[in-house]
């Protein structure tokens, strides 16, 4: 079946611009996480979605990222005034409720802030 | 807070050799663990995974990683290198509860020498 997909691929913005990154999980999935991959900081996770509780904003670093999961299954993750600091490569990751699944990644989007 | 060590960022082995990545976890509990691989701009895919029970674990494509919670590893083998081995590889950890949000190692990028 299709995997965890991921648009744009790649998005190169310029600095204090606004960005909207787009995730769609495998169909059936109530758990969406968010991840960034950057040379600095490596992988770290941002936020994490399950079903129509609270998401866990713990890893988000600055109140210009935020995201949001409509319907419980698309979701936007948007960078507001972007930074050069924000260029990296974003991951999203499905699964089952959290505990009875592993996380399948997307192929994720890179993001160039210049 | 949980974190994890991957000793190497680089590591080189001849094809046939054996393969050794190193990880090193540290977590008031024991976590459950996990290495997945990443090749060239696609995303992450799991290669095995520890939760409970046996602790030598076998995954995908030959290879396999042992548990020890006196050392606190999870270090990842395989016994022959096959030139498609070559990918970055990362150690990674979650709580055994909750969100199950994905600590990662900083990476080892594998190559394999003919």
């Known amino acids: 079946g299709a995997g965890v997909s991921q648009s744009p691929s790649n998005k190169v913005t310029e600095k204090g611009k606004d960005v909207e990154l787009r995730c769609d999980p495998i169909?059936?999935?109530?758990?969406l996480y968010w991840y960034r991959q950057s040379l600095g900081q490596g992988l770290e996770f941002l936020i994490y979605?399950?079903?129509?509780?609270?998401?866990?904003k713990s890893g988000l670093p600055s109140d210009r990222f935020s995201a949001e999961r409509t319907g419980g299954s698309v979701s936007t993750l948007t960078i507001q005034r972007t930074q050069q600091e924000d260029s990296a490569v974003y991951l999203c990751a499905s699964s089952l409720p959290a505990g009875r699944g592993e996380q399948y990644f997307g192929p994720g989007t890179r993001l160039t802030v210049t | 807070a949980q974190s994890v060590t991957q000793l190497g960022s680089h590591v080189s082995v001849s094809e046939g050799a054996l393969v050794l990545l190193r990880c090193n976890y540290s977590?008031?509990?024991?976590?459950?663990l996990f290495w997945y691989v990443q090749y060239p701009n696609q995303g992450l895919q799991l290669l095995l995974k520890y939760t409970t029970g046996a602790t030598l674990v076998k995954g995908i494509n030959g290879f396999e990683a042992e548990f020890k919670k006196s050392e606190t590893s999870f270090h990842l083998t395989k016994p022959s290198a096959h030139m498609s081995d070559a990918a970055e590889y990362f150690c990674a950890v979650s709580e055994r509860v909750g969100a199950q949000k994905l600590v990662f190692g900083q990476g080892t990028r594998l190559t394999i020498n003919p």
């Open positions: 977590s008031s509990v024991p976590p459950y």
């Open positions: 979605f399950q079903g129509n509780s609270a998401p866990d």
């Open positions: 169909s059936g999935h109530t758990a």
